[in-house]
């Protein structure tokens, strides 16, 4: 079914056109464009002494709340044919689930709404419809930018924010989607006093300091000091020795003879590196190396005899016909 699905997917991306702001899904496009493209805005605005405002915008449940009619009616839109229509139709029209609880599951029901969560072809299906219903709200990037349902909007000043925010708010509410009300968040780069904050249907919205953005952290003050440092945490974490993981050339013999024990007495790769205090990976890379090349460390234990290397057997051949008392010896 997943590869029936790619190929139905490469098909729908050769007819389909998706906007330069959709970052998610899209080849030749990633995460890092849109944090270095929102990165450079914000250290413009801050240099230039004015103020930015982003609004970071949050849906509930998106895979969930798709509907079925908006969905083909996107693909139709994005000049999709009709045939591929039908064939996504005939993934979706008999999808049926059941509910496993503490006390037993249910009688299977149908699944009316929403997209098919786990399926190969559902990420594009979903940037579809991203892209049709946003159409008219949308600014050119960086002002506004998408990683499938993550959105960000960007303006010179609060007042247009906050009119974007609303706009975008109905364009994707009106076609079953929602804004999450907890979630969505405001930040204010190079703030100055009395900037006030930013209303979505009456309600306030969160105003922050910093917000991870597609895994990095930005700060109202423009500056990447946050993330340099926790970007250098990581590095110095994954270079220097943990005392409580060792790392391959650090074990013992016997700590590598007990990791194949337990390997062939059923254990997993993480049981064996929580009971040794060994990085899991490591653990992995011992038992694939004792597998492919059945190491001598562990041969003479079971009875076997040591094997021999090709470089061992041209040094005893070298050795032998240099000195023929060893032949007449034996």
């Known amino acids: ?6 190929v139905v997917e490469a098909r729908l991306r050769k007819v389909v056109e998706i906007c330069e702001q959709q970052y998610g899904f899209m080849p030749r496009r990633s995460t890092t464009d849109a944090i270095f493209a929102l990165r450079i805005l914000m250290e413009k605005y801050r240099d230039g002494q004015r103020e930015l405002h982003c609004v970071f915008v949050d849906l ?41 609880c503490a006390v037993g599951q249910t ?9 098919h969560q786990g399926l190969a072809l559902s990420p594009f299906l979903f940037v579809i419809v991203m892209d ?14 998408m990683f499938a349902d993550d959105i960000v909007i960007c303006s010179e000043s609060r007042e247009q924010v906050e009119e974007n925010l609303e706009r975008w708010r109905f364009a994707l509410e009106r076609r079953g989607m929602k804004v999450s009300r907890s979630k969505t968040e405001y930040m204010c780069v190079n703030e ?3 900037s006030g904050t930013v209303r979505l249907q ?36 994954s270079q220097t020795p943990n005392s409580t993981m060792a790392k391959t050339k650090e074990l013992s013999k016997d700590t590598r003879n007990k990791i194949v024990d337990l390997h062939q007495a059923g254990k997993t ?11 899991k990976s ?3 890379a011992i038992i694939r190396k004792w597998k492919t090349f059945k190491t001598t460390d562990n041969l003479p234990r079971s009875g076997a005899p040591r094997k021999i290397s090709p470089r061992g057997v041209k040094m005893i051949t070298r050795t032998v016909s240099k000195n023929p008392r060893t032949t007449r010896g034996t």
């Open 1 to 6: 079914m997943k590869l029936w699905e790619r």
């Open 60 to 100: 509930e449940k998106v895979y969930n709340r798709v509907p079925r009619e908006e969905l083909w009616y996107c693909m139709r839109k994005s000049g999709v044919a009709e045939k591929y229509v039908r064939v996504v139709q005939d993934m979706y029209e008999r999808s049926r689930t059941v509910v496993r």
């Open 107 to 115: 009688e299977e029901f149908k699944v009316e709404v929403g997209l």
């Open 132 to 145: 049709q219903l946003s159409e008219e709200v949308r600014q050119e990037s960086p002002w506004t930018m």
């Open 192 to 194: 100055r006093e009395g």
């Open 202 to 237: 009456g309600e306030e919205v969160k105003k922050v300091q910093e917000f991870k953005y597609l895994g990095s952290t930005v700060q109202s003050n423009g500056e990447s000091g946050k993330e340099y440092k926790r970007h250098l945490s990581t590095t110095s974490n």
């Open 269 to 279: 790769e993480s049981a064996i590196g929580k009971q040794l205090g060994v990085k």
């Open 282 to 284: 490591t653990v992995g």
